[in-house]
């Protein structure tokens, strides 16, 4: 099922033909959204960073792309498909035509958010960078890279790999945010090295300092080496939850604090 504009159809090919064109050959920006325990998780900063993109790549915002209208589109496809499943992803698509904007809201296959531990390989990907501007805070600016970060992954028997800008320094992975604990310091890339600013990274990451725990959260410029020396390693996405990372080439990694800030921030916020 799908919310084109407003209207709930079952698939694409029900709505007009020029929209229909429209959305497969314009441009347009996406984010993905999560429904959990009977709530939209993060929607403020979801919208806001919608609102954001749309500005950026100057798109013509209709006046009635609020927070409250967009969030009742959301619901429209909720009530539909709750006989189910309870907890929902969808991906909104923003694109435009003579000037107009719509949007298309989309189910994707979800699992609730948790702590994921099974084996995860993963490496530095080196053979493209992201560039480190405020343009690749965007979701849609570097989407072509990841793809092909990803398949790279893939072929190598690998489940995700690290991606770096032209400064050689850490931005993200392949799959969501990078977070690094070594001793009682939380770092994690700044958005000045270019990663995406996702919803969840900038909820958890104003958690983190707000939360009184006696960690220390540092957005930072990251080189490769602070991988190894870190004592845990874990990446972030609203896809998935968190995912721990027990081993990077040949450093192993505990997991004990990861798993404690992320139940803690579950408990608190979901």
């Known amino acids: ?19 229909v064109h429209a959305l497969k050959n314009s441009f347009s920006i996406f984010e993905i959204v999560r429904y959990q325990n009977n709530k939209i998780l993060f929607w403020d900063f979801h919208y806001l960073r919608m609102m954001a993109s749309l500005r950026r790549f100057r798109f013509n915002i209709p006046k009635h792309f609020s927070f409250e209208f967009l969030e009742t589109e959301i619901i429209k496809l909720i009530k539909i498909n709750r006989k189910t499943t309870n907890d929902f992803l969808f991906e909104f698509h ?10 298309l809201i989309s189910l994707l296959p979800s699992k609730p958010l948790k702590i ?9 990907y080196k053979e493209n960078s992201i560039t480190a501007s405020d ?15 990803a398949k ?6 690998l489940n995700d790999v690290v991606l770096i800008n032209e400064h050689k320094n850490i931005v993200e992975t392949s799959l969501g945010s990078i977070y690094l604990i070594q001793n009682n310091k939380i770092l994690t890339p700044s ?8 919803a969840i990274r900038s909820y958890f990451n104003n958690w983190l300092k707000k ?10 410029i990251l080189n490769p080496f602070e991988i190894q020396k870190s004592d845990e390693f874990f990446v972030l996405s609203i896809e998935s939850g ?4 027990k081993n990077y080439r040949k450093t192993n990694f505990k997991r004990e604090k990861s798993k404690f800030l992320y139940e803690k921030f579950i408990e608190s916020n979901i």
């Open 94 to 103: 923003f694109f435009s035509d003579a000037r107009i904007t719509y949007f």
């Open 116 to 124: 994921n531990d099974s084996k995860y390989l993963i490496d530095l």
């Open 242 to 245: 968190i995912q721990v990372v």
């Open 211 to 220: 939360e009184e725990t006696t960690f220390q959260l540092f957005e930072i």
């Open 191 to 198: 958005l000045d090295s270019g990663c995406q600013d996702f």
């Open 152 to 157: 790279y992954a893939d072929e190598n028997e």
């Open 1 to 19: 099922m799908f919310n084109f504009n407003g209207t709930i159809v079952s698939k694409i090919n029900d709505v007009e033909p020029e929209l």
């Open 135 to 149: 343009l690749s805070n965007f979701s849609i600016t570097n989407r072509g890279l990841r793809r092909i970060a």
